[in-house]
C-alpha cells in the first residue's frame, strides 16, 4: 500500500527566505507526482507535476524535483512571499491506476 | 470557465442522520471524483466516476456512503446515518478522462461537521 509523508507538518519563515518542502512515497511504481496549494475554505490547486520520467519541473518561482528510485520529492520556493502562506500537498498516481494518494500537508506562513 | 461547483459548502448535524452533498463537475468532463479529507490529513478518495460508471469506489464505506452520478454529468453523495467520524470535508474533483496526465480541477468543498 502506498504511503505519502510530507515533512515539515508546519513551517514558518520570514518574507523573501528561500524554502524546501518535502515528500517521500513508499512504493516507487508511480506514473506521476503532483504538488497542489489549498488555501483555507478553498480547493486544491495544481502547482506542477512531473511524470515519472522527468527528473523536475519549474513555474514561476516553483521547482519541483522527482528522485524516483529513493522515493523522494522535494518543492523549492524561491523568494517567498506572503502570498505563498497555504497548505502544500503531494500526490502521487501509481501506475496500475488513476487514484492520487496524498501526503498530510505542510502548513507555510510566510512572514511580511 | 466556470469551475467545479459545490453544494452546500457547510453543514452540520447530528450523528444518525443523512446528509448529502451536490457536485457540478466542469463542462465536459468525463471523470469525476469524490475525496473526504479529515482535518490535519490529505484527501482520500472515496469513489471515482467515468462517466456514469464507477470505476473506483474501494475505499467508500458502502455500508452507509453512496454515491451516484446520473446521466454522467451531476453527482450526490449521501451519508445515511452519520457518525461523528465523518466529520470532514468532502472536495469533488473533475477530469477531461483517466489518462495519466490528467489534471483534476478541485472544488472549494463541503465542509461536514456531526455533533
Known amino acids: 500500500k502506498q504511503e505519502v509523508t510530507q515533512i515539515p507538518a508546519a513551517l514558518s519563515v520570514p518574507e523573501g527566505e528561500n524554502l524546501v518542502l518535502n515528500c517521500s512515497f513508499t512504493?516507487?511504481?508511480?506514473?506521476?507526482l503532483q504538488w497542489f496549494r489549498q488555501d483555507p475554505g478553498k480547493g486544491l490547486t495544481s502547482l506542477l507535476l512531473i511524470q515519472s520520467s522527468q527528473r523536475e519541473q519549474t513555474s514561476g518561482r516553483l521547482n519541483a524535483s522527482l528522485d524516483k528510485s529513493s522515493g523522494r520529492s522535494t518543492l523549492y520556493i524561491a523568494a517567498s512571499q506572503p502570498g505563498d502562506s497555504a497548505t502544500y500537498l503531494c500526490?502521487?498516481?501509481?501506475?496500475?491506476?488513476?487514484?492520487?494518494?496524498f501526503g498530510e500537508g505542510t502548513q507555510l506562513t510566510v512572514n511580511p | 470557465e466556470a469551475g467545479v461547483a459545490q453544494s452546500p459548502r457547510y453543514k452540520i448535524i447530528e450523528k444518525r442522520q443523512s446528509v448529502a452533498f451536490w457536485c457540478n463537475p466542469i463542462?465536459?468532463?468525463?471523470?469525476l471524483y469524490w475525496y473526504q479529507q479529515i482535518l490535519g490529513q490529505g484527501p482520500k478518495l472515496l469513489i471515482q466516476f467515468q462517466n456514469n460508471g464507477v470505476v473506483d469506489d474501494s475505499q467508500l464505506p458502502k455500508d452507509r456512503f453512496s454515491a451516484e452520478r446520473l446521466k454522467g454529468v451531476d453527482s450526490t453523495l449521501k451519508i445515511q446515518p452519520a457518525k461523528l467520524e465523518d466529520s470532514a470535508v468532502y472536495l469533488c474533483?473533475?477530469?477531461?478522462?483517466?489518462?495519466?496526465?490528467?489534471?483534476?480541477?478541485f472544488g472549494p468543498g463541503t465542509r461536514l461537521t456531526v455533533l
Open positions: 500526490a502521487v498516481k501509481e501506475t496500475s491506476g488513476s487514484r492520487l494518494t
Open positions: 512504493d516507487s511504481a508511480i506514473y506521476n
Open positions: 474533483a473533475s477530469s477531461l478522462g483517466t489518462w495519466n496526465t490528467d489534471t483534476q480541477y
Open positions: 463542462s465536459g468532463h468525463a471523470t
